[in-house]
């Protein structure tokens, strides 16, 4: 492997450097969602292919926020509602989930257990603009499906004023009551490299969706089995939100060693307190929870991912993807 330290000219480094995410992805995208009439798009210009449409994509993602405003570069011109439709496409043949799965085994294929070896989870309130409530409300969880049946029965027999409101999964949160949120939880390792992401309604607890994104990881990290050799025993990290028992007992048996900052408001006993209070070495490994913060202010710097302008929220997940590889390719 060449050393990046003694090339002599930048050309050369960028060469060395620079990961070409439009070749690695095109053939994934001819896998899934070939094109041509047989998938039902319709091309009003014959040089279309899927390369010019994830190079306009890409573009997107970093630039605009409007389909309808968007034309496209100067070398791929494009018309923003055309685009769309294909990008519609895309996320219903699962491209953007394929990308990054097959982009995170390429990161892993060297120097595995140095880069799974700190892991890193944290959340973050995504404000809505134009998603549509209703349609995203599939979404729910079965608890949240259960407790807005029950609020229903129990409505039919409570006065107007008295009824309380169904659970939407684009809803209010606790911190602002005036805009709708949904919430968007990343694990990433100490290099900002995102090895998963999830999407929960705005009410949900942190704690509750811990357990949804851990399924999520890819299955190489081997984490029980690295777990017996304490050379490559795997650290998870999270803030106080994600402290339960449950959570802890999960990741202990996955084979994680779990560095969690204990929830005060869960107890006052001093003993307990005590207990749960971290060694010197895991206030070490505790400080590396910064990297998930600076990650997700690399993906909120796009507008579109910072706020969401889809009208679905499967549409915005797509694009969340989508910014997810373009970071992640970076750091191969």
Same mark, same amino acid.
């Given at each position: 492997m060449v050393n990046p330290k003694k090339m002599k000219t930048? $050309?050369?480094? $960028? $060469?060395f450097k620079r990961f070409?995410? /439009?070749k690695f992805a095109v053939p994934i995208i001819e896998r899934l969602c070939p094109f041509g009439k047989s998938r039902g798009i319709k091309t009003p210009r014959k040089d279309y292919s899927n390369e010019y449409f994830f190079i306009c994509l890409l573009d997107f993602v970093d630039t605009v926020v409007s389909w309808q405003k968007y034309r496209g570069t100067i070398d791929y011109p494009i018309q923003g509602k055309y685009l769309n439709q294909i990008h519609n496409k895309f996320c219903r043949a699962g491209v953007y989930d394929q990308i990054l799965k097959e982009l995170t085994e390429k990161y892993l294929s060297r120097e595995r257990e140095d880069k799974i070896k700190i892991q890193i989870i944290d959340s973050s309130f995504?404000?809505?603009?134009?998603? =549509?409530?209703? *349609?995203? =409300?599939?979404?729910?969880?079965?608890?949240? /499906?259960?407790?807005? +049946?029950k609020i229903r029965k129990d409505n039919k027999k409570l006065p107007k004023k008295e009824r309380k409101r169904e659970r939407h999964f684009v809803d209010f949160n606790r911190y602002n009551g005036r805009k709708k949120y949904i919430k968007k939880d990343i694990i990433v390792n100490s290099y900002g490299y995102i090895l998963a992401h999830n999407t929960s309604s705005s009410k949900r607890p942190d704690s509750q969706s811990l357990a949804e994104i851990v399924k999520k990881l890819p299955a190489s990290l081997n !984490? $029980?089995?690295?777990? +017996? /050799?304490n050379r490559y025993k795997q650290n998870f990290l999270a803030d106080s939100g994600y402290s339960t028992k449950a959570n802890k007992l999960l990741l202990e048996k996955k084979g994680y060693t779990p560095i969690i900052r204990f929830n005060k408001r869960n107890t006052k006993n001093k003993t307990i307190l005590a207990q749960n209070k971290m060694t010197p070495k895991k206030k070490q490994i505790f +400080? +590396?929870?910064?990297?998930? *913060?600076? !990650?997700?202010?690399?993906?909120k710097n796009r507008p579109v991912i910072n706020q969401i302008y889809e009208r679905s929220v499967t549409s915005y997940n797509g694009l969340f993807a989508l910014a997810c590889s373009v970071i992640n390719s970076n750091k191969i």
């Open positions: 930048i $050309k050369e480094f $960028k $060469k070409n995410l /439009v995504v404000a809505n603009k134009q998603g =549509d409530v209703i *349609e995203s =409300d599939s979404l729910l969880s079965a608890y949240e /499906v259960n407790l807005n +049946k !984490t $029980k089995k690295n777990s +017996k /050799v +400080k +590396k929870r910064y990297v998930v *913060e600076a !990650t997700f202010a690399w993906l």
